[in-house]
């Protein structure tokens, strides 16, 4: 992961570094942008990969949202309908889950109006019950409200390795 920041002290404070960048970040944008090969040579992202929920939770104590959205991608069916609510979950798993072509996110686009994804989830349920539905909410997939378990409550989560 690379991350620019104009703050020396920022970098690596919330995510494990391999590219520290202490720059004004447009500057740096502009500047790596102009190293990048032309649009045609360039690979797509359906190439690219992602860092697996144990990858992003290597060397924390606290179990990361990151960790979890990503490690969700391996582990819903490829039909899941997944709800989100608004504010840090949303954020997380938009960055770090893998939709796969047959599974369905749902998220409210109002503002505010955190507590959509378990009424939903509940309706699409009831309307569909032979498809699994998930329901993400709640500050404990925020940075600072991380999940406080121990290893050995962790069970099947990404950083005990387990799937």
Not at 58 to 81: C, I, K, N, Q, T
């Given at each position: 992961m690379c991350q620019i920041d104009i703050d020396p002290l920022e970098i690596g404070k919330n995510h494990?570094?391999?590219?520290?960048?202490?720059?004004?970040?447009?500057?740096?944008?502009?500047?790596?942008?102009?190293?990048?090969?032309?649009?045609?040579?360039?690979?797509?992202?359906?190439?690219?990969?992602?860092?697996?929920?144990?990858?992003?939770?290597?060397?924390?104590?606290?179990?990361?949202?990151?960790?979890?959205?990503?490690?969700?991608?391996?582990?819903?069916?490829?039909?899941?309908?997944?709800?989100l609510d608004n504010g840090n979950t949303l954020c997380w798993v938009g960055e770090h889950y893998r939709c796969p072509p047959g599974a369905d996110v749902h998220c409210s686009r109002n503002i505010g109006c955190m507590g959509y994804a378990v009424p939903a989830s509940i309706g699409v349920k009831l309307a569909l019950p032979e498809r699994p539905v998930v329901a993400m909410l709640g500050t404990p997939l925020s940075p600072w409200g991380a999940w406080r378990f121990t290893p050995r409550q962790k069970g099947n989560c990404p950083s005990s390795g387990s799937s």
């Open positions: 494990r570094v391999d590219h520290p960048l202490v720059a004004d970040a447009a500057t740096a944008l502009r500047a790596l942008a102009d190293l990048l090969p032309p649009a045609g040579e360039r690979p797509s992202f359906a190439t690219l990969s992602a860092p697996t929920g144990v990858e992003l939770q290597e060397g924390r104590p606290l179990l990361m949202a990151s960790a979890v959205a990503a490690h969700l991608s391996g582990v819903l069916p490829e039909d899941v309908l997944l709800f």
